[in-house]
């Protein structure tokens, strides 16, 4: 098997790659209360939320952080700039940044949103530990910023500028939820939706893109891009869209719909562009996640166009969609990036693509686009095992991972001076 020597990078990818297949598995074991029931002691909505906050908080995030890190490391390379503290502090930031997210796992899993007494006081613990994932988002986000202050912005780190603006700006709205009793006024349902909605369409899509370009057209020069990425800041104006549109006045609605077409529209050219270099390059792997988001682009346009914007109310459509965008867009896109930089640690990618394409239309079923009478009363044993693939795949990159790492821990036991030390790992595995 060829793998790249195990580096502190493969550890943080593996270490994502676990929350990935901890948060799949709560996800199966959610689907596993459809068939077999609620096993005893257990919250549905508990589950729900514990796999929702992994997949975001030790998943989605941590692997787009450390393709951030590694462009910015790559552009500070290209420019001569030595490595300084914020550059550095970047990767322990991510570290953090899983730990936390792991950490908050078991909370949400037990108590969700519940509170708990800790020494005499009552507090929601998973939303503590939560908001410390936030601040190091926060430490994440100004290292960014002092590392990348000198450098020529190419297309991708602009994009990353925008991603990262977003996720902060999205998560204000957590502060106002956790100080509610200040604001009285502020509905609490408008502030949850504002801090999804960026963090989806603002920080996960275009930190996604920016990845995209990364790996793609690295260095590009962003003077072609430059409309499509100014009109990328109409997302925050775009996030009504998924409210109720009863609540919402029409001035408000216009200004949602234009802002999701506009910045649909920028998407998809900026989509096409990356396309073009997927074909120039013929690195084929990009072709299935970037034409789920451009699949994505114009179900969008499709919804604004209708004006049925209430569909996007249905939590079956909403499942249907986030999988679409998070694990067909960003997993697939996150996973042929990183293992175009450093490949071995995903086997059989184009099998994962599959499977997780399987796994999509497996939620079709459970939408209302299918017609409720051809669904037979054993679909859910069905769904079940048609999303588990990409779980179990994750499963054995991991466990395939760990037996190449335990492997060069025993060849430099083995191995007596530094040379023969170098020269087995690069025999056996290197
Ligand atoms: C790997 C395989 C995965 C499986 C088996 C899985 C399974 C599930 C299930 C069963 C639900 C609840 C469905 C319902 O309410 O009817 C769900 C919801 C959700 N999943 Fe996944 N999922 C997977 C991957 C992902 C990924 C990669 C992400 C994000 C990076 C993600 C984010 C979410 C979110 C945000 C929700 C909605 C939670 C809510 O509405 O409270 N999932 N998933």
Redesign the pocket.
Known sequence: MSHAPVSSWSLIRAAALFC?VL??LT??L??YTMVGGLPQGLDLINI??A??HL??YG??TPILLMLIARHVAFLRRQAGVAPTRAELALRPLIVLAICLGLLAFPLFFFYGYGLVSVAGIRLPPAVVVSAAALICWYGFALCYLQATRRLARDTALILFDLALFFLVLGSLAVWGLAFRRFFPTVDPTGLTHWFLFLFEEGWCLIALVGAAFAALDPGRNPRGNAPFLIVLLVIPLASPLGMDPTELSGTTQALSLSANLLAAMALLSLLFRLLLKVRQKRLLLWVFPLGLLALKALMVMGLCLSGKTELALF??F??LY??LL??GG??LGTLVASEQRAPGMMPGLPLFQAEVAV?LLALVPLTPIWPGSWLWAGYPTVALVL?AP??LHGAFALCRFALHGFHTLRCLATATSPVQQFSKLRIRGG
Do not use: E, N, Y
């Open positions: 990935f948060a799949g996800g199966l959610f689907r729900r939320h796999h929702s997949m975001a998943w989605a939590q079956p909403r499942i986030l999988h998070l694990l960003l997993t796994f999303t990409p779980v």
